[in-house]
């Protein structure tokens, strides 16, 4: 299948590069014209705009927008759609506000161009394991872009199928789903990332806990020098806490146990505010999720061991780089 990809960053690029190796023609732009020729080397097709990209693809087009959320989505998706023809499909995959997308979708209708919302979670690791799919679209369009979906998406694989699951695997299995119409594949991404910051901060609590065990506050015979490397190690391995994240971590450690390149500086991408302004709307409690978006807040200004495990699980699984204090 042929597919437009505007965005070549750490995302965009290895989609591409996965794409390519899945049998896919891809035709890709990016601002900066050293990534178009880096990327056109391994076999996709380089533009020059998104004018030229457009005119590129055979219709039905399709055009896959892997940038920046906010004004930088905004602006591509409209220079995007001022190129194309009745029937073609725009595909927003960075981390916009499902609220956005409802707007995009309707305002695109009426000028007969499809729109598409594909919550996207694999980071820096989704050309190899692939990526974690959540699709808003009407169900005719995800069916024309499933081989797309399928590509992106990890497969089966090795995971031992949920007991009770039996027959053919389904989209979920494989690793993605139409979870639904315009926005709902944002709406499930974006509270796939306000778990993911209640389950960082849980892991971040945890080894800071490990961190000061051996505190002068407590009493000689309850301190405890720990080996947290260690600890994140052996936790990966039969214990209830194993996951990705955990890995991750654990990688960190091992590099680096004392994390001294962190000042533990602690970004939000806003997916957690989102979640938590949802979870308002709708009158559901979120203390978890709230208290950990309020510590990233925190940690702008007081920064502790277990911020800077937070930073380290950032950096490895989005490649997400500290902002320092003031900058």
Known sequence: MQLGMVGLGRMGANMV???TKGGHQCVVFDLDPKRVQEIAQD?????????????RLEKRRA????VPSGDATENTVAAVADTMDCGDIIIDGGNSYYKDDVRRARKLKDRGIHYVDAGTSGGVWGVERGYCLMVGADPDIFNHLEPIFATLAPGAG?????RGRSGEPSRAEKGYIHAGPNGAGHFVKMVHNGIE??????FAEGFDIFKNACSKELEPEHRYNLNVTEIAEVWRRGSVVASWLLDLLAISL????????FTGFVQDSGEGRWTVMAAIEEAVTADVLTSSLYTRFRSRKDHTFGEKVLSAMRK?????????SGG
């Open 17 to 19: 590069k996965r794409l």
């Open 43 to 55: 076999g996709p097709v380089g533009a020059s705009s998104v004018q030229d990209l457009v005119q």
């Open 63 to 66: 055009v896959w927008v892997m």
């Open 158 to 162: 090795t995971i031992e199928r949920t």
């Open 197 to 202: 910051y209640g389950l960082m901060q849980a």
């Open 254 to 261: 091992t590099e680096s146990p004392e994390l001294q390149e």
């Open 316 to 324: 490895q699984f989005g490649g997400h780089m500290e902002r320092p």
